[in-house]
C-alpha cells in the first residue's frame, strides 16, 4: 500500500515510470512528474515495444 501513496515519476532518458529518486535502469536522477500516458510492456518483440523503441519489460511513459 505504501507504493500506491508514492508519486509516479517517468525518467526523462529511458520513459520507465519508477517511483523513487532515480532510474533503476539508466541510474539518473533526472525524473519528472509531468508526462502522458502509461504502456505496460510485457513482450518486447511486440509491435508497440518495437514502435516506442522499449528493449526491456516495464511501465514506460507515452509522453515525458
Known amino acids: 500500500m505504501v507504493s500506491c501513496l508514492m508519486a509516479k515519476k517517468a525518467c526523462r532518458t529511458c520513459k520507465r515510470i519508477v517511483t523513487g529518486n532515480s532510474?533503476?535502469?539508466?541510474?539518473?536522477s533526472d525524473l519528472t512528474t509531468t508526462f502522458q500516458g502509461i504502456v505496460v510492456i510485457f513482450d518486447v518483440e511486440s509491435d508497440i515495444a518495437k514502435k516506442l523503441g522499449i528493449t526491456a519489460p516495464?511501465?514506460?511513459a507515452i509522453r515525458v
Open 23 to 28: 532510474c533503476p535502469v539508466c541510474k539518473t
Open 58 to 60: 516495464g511501465k514506460y
